[in-house]
């Protein structure tokens, strides 16, 4: 019979072994799992506005040393500004109207550049009832320091439809709409790198590959009737893998993935994963993968954090919608190399 010290060293091979087969499944290079830890200290006091805004964020963005940040929801007509301190998200007390009136523009994301913060609708047809959504069709630009939406774009519905790739997935409903049920084509991330403007789509995936466009910063929030002249981007994240969220780094764009449709309970499970893209280079990397999620949780917003002096990690911070406030929690990863 093997001693105490002999079984609790099998012991502790047994799980670096079950540890190093999850990563070395999750893929190719991966070196992290992002979990929440049972210490992890991010609150959110007090609470972002109204019920169902605050149970629903789905973009959220700050500048580059977090002093302002922004969170959009999918359910209203406002976004809301927020500080970081610490650990701690403080919203503000008041709101940004992004549009007049009721009809909401699906707000799906936000980024931050050069001193305006952008939000962008979901460019597609209703989820739940397939029906047009005129509203959504819109990037917004608003003030980082008054709030006000100084800029609205309405460009990128024409260059959706004019788009090889996507254009025949264009308003179709996002579960199994399009040619081969791929998904019609659908916006859950925005980012700015370089001076051009990325949108990323959660549907359509066709085969392997997710999509993403993108055009000149200017040319997005140029008045002319000009046609924007936008590039379509095949990115392969998985099969049924869509893009959730964006977010620019330095080097590129840090990419939040998830399942087209979320599956249910008998349907094909998607990991959630965190890549590293260049656009110009074309380079992919998958640097994390996240954790099962809680029940109802969806991860849909990355927000990027100061690297606290480790130049050779990316630090990032994960909200989630289908939680009050978003239930952050922080994870960080290595560069890619």
């Not at 066709?206 to 046609?227: C, I, M, Q, R």
């Not at 994240?237 to 959730?244: A, F, Q, S, V, Y």
């Not at 998958?286 to 130049?311: C, F, I, W, Y």
């Amino acid at each position: 019979m093997p001693s105490l010290s002999q079984a609790l060293s099998r012991r502790k091979l047994i799980i670096a072994a079950l540890c190093s087969a999850s990563l070395l499944a999750a893929g190719p290079g991966l070196s992290q799992i992002c979990e929440r830890s049972a210490d992890n200290s991010w609150t959110v006091k007090p609470d972002f506005r109204g019920d169902k805004a605050r149970t629903q964020l789905s973009g959220a963005a700050c500048n580059e040393n977090i002093s302002r940040c922004i969170a959009a929801n999918d359910e209203k007509t406002y976004a809301q500004f927020f500080t970081v301190s610490g650990s701690k998200i403080i919203p503000d007390a008041s709101s940004i109207d992004l549009i007049a009136g009721d009809d909401e523009p699906d707000a799906e994301g936000a980024a931050h550049a050069g001193g305006s913060f952008y939000i962008t609708g979901s460019h597609g047809n209703s989820r739940r009832k397939n029906k047009p959504n005129e509203q959504s069709y819109v990037v917004l630009r608003v003030n980082a320091e008054s709030g006000a939406v100084d800029a609205r774009s309405g460009k990128w519905r024409s260059a959706i439809f004019r788009s090889e790739k996507l254009g025949p997935y264009a308003a179709q409903p996002l579960k199994d709409g399009g040619p081969g049920q791929a998904g019609g084509a659908n916006v859950e991330g925005v980012a700015v790198w370089k001076d051009r403007m990325y949108l990323g789509f959660r549907g359509p995936s066709v085969g392997k590959n997710a999509y993403a466009l993108s055009a000149p910063l200017g040319e997005v929030f140029d008045n002319s009737d000009k046609e924007m002249s936008a590039r379509d981007h095949e990115i392969a994240l998985g099969e049924k893998t869509g893009i959730r969220d964006l977010a620019a780094v330095d080097t590129g764009l840090l990419i939040l993935t998830g399942p087209v449709n979320e599956p249910d309970n008998k349907g094909e499970k998607v990991d959630r994963s965190i890549f590293h893209w260049n656009p110009e280079t074309g380079k992919l990397d998958r640097l994390a993968q996240l954790s099962p999620l809680a029940k109802g949780a969806k991860a849909e917003t990355l927000v990027v954090l100061p690297d606290n002096g480790d130049k050779g990690r990316f630090r990032v911070l994960l909200i989630f919608e289908g939680i009050p406030n978003g239930d952050p929690f922080e994870c960080s990863f290595p560069r890619p190399k």
